[in-house]
T-cell receptor, first 112, second 114 residues
């Protein structure tokens, strides 16, 4: 069993829809949670990071963490064609553990 | 600000050969990590360098080695290449004085082993 599970998709939604992306994890040592966006043939770009359970909002993006269920989500409101990319969740342990453990990524397409 | 830069962009090698990939961290960053991303997969942590020493290593064989220079740039070396080493190799940098979770990735080097 992988430490981080993420549905690879692909996921296609119409422009303007709300997108929900999810990851589950099994390692209780994970304390920091990130979402990266990766365009084709590019490196991952950090979107958001969170520590505690709850919601964190940044513009059209909301990251949600439920440590009791070991479940994290990223919501994208008013989705745009430019949001079409692969979205990767990533996790790490406490300070001193630099290793990021990634999900496989979900390929998202926003249809104009 | 140039961000994280990597060279070369693409590389084709044959089995058994050796390869060296290079990374220049974002300005002001002193810590470099290397990741391997196979097609359709998430990046896998190889190792991390700061103060010119390997500080943490992932589950990769000794064929994978690295180096960090006094100017914080880094190299990833892979010996005795296997077909399975074909992947996108990503370099990520951060500042140990900055926000802990702000790690920036470069565009990667795409390695093809024939």
């Amino acid at each position: 069993q992988k430490e981080v599970e993420q549905d690879p998709g692909p996921l296609s939604v119409p422009e303007g829809a709300i997108v929900s992306l999810n990851c589950t994890y099994s390692n209780s040592a994970f304390q920091y949670f990130m979402w990266y966006r990766q365009y084709s043939r590019k490196g991952p770009e950090l979107l958001m990071y969170t520590y505690s359970s709850g919601n964190k909002e940044d513009g059209r993006f909301t990251a949600q963490v439920d440590k009791s269920s070991k479940y994290i989500s990223l919501f994208i409101r008013d989705s745009q064609p430019s949001d079409s990319a692969t979205y990767l969740c990533a996790m790490r342990g406490f300070f001193g553990n630099e290793k990021l453990t990634f999900g496989t990524g979900t390929r998202l397409t926003i249809i104009p | 600000d140039a961000g994280v830069t990597q060279s070369p962009t693409h590389l084709i090698k044959t089995r058994g050969q050796q390869v060296t990939l290079r990374c220049s961290p974002k300005s002001g960053h002193d810590t470099v990590s290397w990741y391997q991303q196979a097609l359709g997969q998430g990046p896998q942590f190889i190792f991390q360098y700061y103060e010119e020493e390997e500080r943490q290593r992932g589950n990769f064989p000794d064929r994978f080695s690295g180096h960090q220079f006094p100017n914080y740039s880094s190299e990833l070396n892979v010996n005795a290449l296997l077909l399975g080493d074909s992947a996108l190799y990503l370099c990520a940098s951060r500042s140990r004085k900055g926000i802990y979770n702000e790690q920036f990735f470069g565009p990667g080097t795409r390695l093809t082993v024939l």
